[in-house]
């Protein structure tokens, strides 16, 4: 996780443009990372370990190195695999089930996204109106603002709408819709809202995206990608590359 925020503070560093304290936060990221996983990876396992003695293995490591970037190639495709097969591994609950999902996205992987929210709707299934803290801790937190973070998902994971510069200078939509056969989303940014209207099948999709004036954006659809610019942009697109998203 420090090293997860030492990448993020550089970036937001280099954005800024302070480019000296961003090249010392990605140094100091990168002799911690490589000290991390010298000494947790388990190469038995393929996966990270949560203590030096290589006996607990969890959800919760594993997104943390995936996110953080810390294992070569071949290790995270280990790490990866044992994170969604693994039925050994502590479970993340709700708070932490923020990183799951960004690690599930990240490697694009939204329909195990839309498997775990069963948990939310047994939220909803049991008269909730409000996320709990973690499952049957009633009485303890039972609006938890943390748990909330599906709905951050639907829009910049299955809608896929994310900034793509500093102060959202402009905008990128990627969906990554898993199963479903139609994604509708409205995001605001600060030019305004971006709306996304699009229909999936067979490896095509097709529909409408509206921007708002002044902020320019692009669209990518698996290995396609389309310019976006303000006001409503047809979409219709077919990849040859049949993948999980």
């Not at 090249?23 to 000290?35: K, N, S």
């Not at 905008?171 to 699009?198: E, F, I, N």
Request: hydrophobic residues 40%.
């Amino acid at each position: 996780l420090f090293v997860h925020a030492l990448k993020s503070g550089a970036y937001a560093e280099r954005v800024t443009g302070d480019h000296a304290m961003a090249t010392y936060w990605q140094g100091q990221a990168e002799r911690i990372g490589q000290a991390v996983f010298r000494s947790f990876w388990d190469a038995q396992r393929g996966l990270i370990a949560d203590t030096l003695k290589k006996d607990v293995f969890s959800e919760h490591a594993q997104c943390l190195a995936l996110l953080a970037e810390i294992l070569p190639r071949d290790c995270a495709e280990r790490s990866l695999l044992g994170l969604v097969s693994d039925k050994d591994l502590a479970r993340a609950t709700v708070y932490f089930s923020y990183y799951l999902f960004e690690t599930y996205f990240k490697f694009g992987r939204p329909d195990l996204f839309l498997e775990k929210l069963n948990l939310w709707r047994g939220f909803i299934a049991e008269g909730l109106k409000t996320p709990l803290e973690a499952p049957g801790w009633r009485g303890r937190s039972e609006c938890h603002a943390w748990g909330a973070h599906p709905l951050y998902f639907m829009q910049t994971g299955i809608a896929g709408i994310k900034p793509d510069g500093c102060g959202y200078s402009s905008v990128t939509v990627a969906p990554q819709p898993g199963g479903l056969k139609m994604v509708k989303a409205t995001s605001p940014t600060p030019a305004g809202r971006v709306s996304v209207d699009l229909s999936f099948s067979d490896g095509t999709v097709s529909g409408t995206i509206t921007l708002p004036a002044g902020l320019p954006g692009k669209f990518i659809w698996k290995n396609e990608s389309q310019q976006l610019n303000e006001g409503d942009n047809k979409i219709s697109i077919r990849s040859s590359n049949k993948g999980k998203l």
